[in-house]
């Protein structure tokens, strides 16, 4: 390991690399799927609590030396603009409890190429940093909903904030993001009954809300009693409002579009779990403590924040990176199978 002592490689499984030298492109994996989206988690805090997401008895915090700073995440952003991705989204926890978000956001947001440098947030913060935020470049923005209901808010994310999160969503347009999408977790016996509900938003709220399926991470209780399939969905939103119309999706989209025939918003499903789209992937993750995750529920990581501060320089990173996208699997290991893996809760991913 002598000759390496700089690279810290979480990953056991490979300790050296053959052709360190002759790394070309670092962003595409086994299976030809180019990465040109990378996921940056800024923090592993919340100020909400979602039972989906945080366990119950919380998550030990890494100590704040161990999460990445400014400057080691602008360089990790430039080093994969370089290598050419195209969109960033800054997530967390709930990326606006970072201090100084839209400095960052604004660093970023000047990296040359870079297409598109969306927020995924709860909202709770959204009015005070807003239009701090699309001043610094942010161009779009996914907030977390998941009922209308103040009692199931409280129930869902252990704290309350609806109203403020209702108004996020409509300052965000006001202050022109573009898009705004709402996200939505279902889940069966908690918010299952307001499918309707969200289309109906849609009538006059020109958004895209994506109904996602609940997805098993460490310590979010997942159980398939609770999970409500796309096609279920489906059946039930059409028995309401009658065939929808089916939107055009991007190639690397995860969502499928729809929506009702002359309104103002749209809506989508994220079907990872009852009908997976990792064959046409192109996402990348960045943890908070600087590790980088080729899939959301892929366990192997190797730390790049350890390289850094070891003084790892911009190539040896990227035969890192190459090393770990090469790595990469097909697809994931299906819902069940992932309901008993062993990897980080969603808190320490985001999402
Ligand atoms: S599960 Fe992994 S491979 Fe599949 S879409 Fe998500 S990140 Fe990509």
């Not at 009954?193 to 460490?218: G, H």
């Amino acid at each position: 390991m002598a000759e390496h002592a700089h690279l810290i490689i979480v990953d056991s499984q490979s300790t050296h690399y053959p052709n360190r030298n002759t790394v070309t492109d670092i962003l595409t994996d086994n299976f030809g799927r180019r990465h040109t989206y990378l996921r940056i988690s800024l923090t592993e805090r919340c100020n909400l609590r979602c039972t989906y997401c945080m366990p119950a008895e919380g998550v030990e915090l890494s100590p704040r030396e161990a999460i990445l700073t400014f400057e080691e995440i602008e360089r990790l952003a430039t080093l994969f603009v370089e290598a050419g991705v195209r969109k960033i989204r800054l997530t967390g926890g709930e990326p606006l409890v970072r201090r100084d978000v839209e400095k960052l956001a604004e660093r970023l947001a000047a990296i040359g190429p870079l297409e598109s440098l969306a927020i995924t947030t709860n909202g709770i913060l959204l009015d005070r940093k807003g239009a701090a935020l699309r001043d610094a470049g942010v161009d779009s923005l996914n907030i977390s909903l998941d009922t209308f209901r103040p009692d199931r808010f409280f129930r869902i994310t252990r704290r309350r904030g609806l109203e403020r999160v209702l108004a996020s969503i409509e300052s965000a347009l006001e202050l022109g993001f573009d898009p705004v999408k709402v996200n939505c977790v279902v889940m069966r016996g908690i918010n299952d009954d307001e499918l309707t509900d969200f289309v109906a938003y849609t009538e006059s709220m020109p958004v895209q809300v994506r109904f996602i399926e609940y997805m098993p991470f460490s310590g979010n209780g997942w159980n398939d009693a609770q999970f409500v399939s796309y096609s279920e969905m489906m059946i039930a939103i059409e028995d309401r409002y009658g065939p929808l119309t089916a939107l055009q999706n991007g190639a690397n989209d995860t969502t499928r579009s729809f929506k009702v025939a002359g309104w103002a918003g749209s809506i989508g499903f994220i079907t990872s779990m009852s009908d997976h789209f990792c064959g046409t992937c192109n996402r990348l993750r960045l943890t908070a403590d600087g590790n980088l995750k080729v899939c959301l529920f892929g366990a192997g990581e190797i730390s790049l924040r350890d390289s850094m501060r070891t003084g790892a320089t911009n190539s040896e990173l990227k035969v890192l990176i190459d090393a770990a996208v090469k790595r990469k699997a097909a697809h994931h290991a299906g819902m069940y199978e992932l309901a008993d893996a062993d990897d980080r809760p969603m808190i320490l991913i985001g999402g």
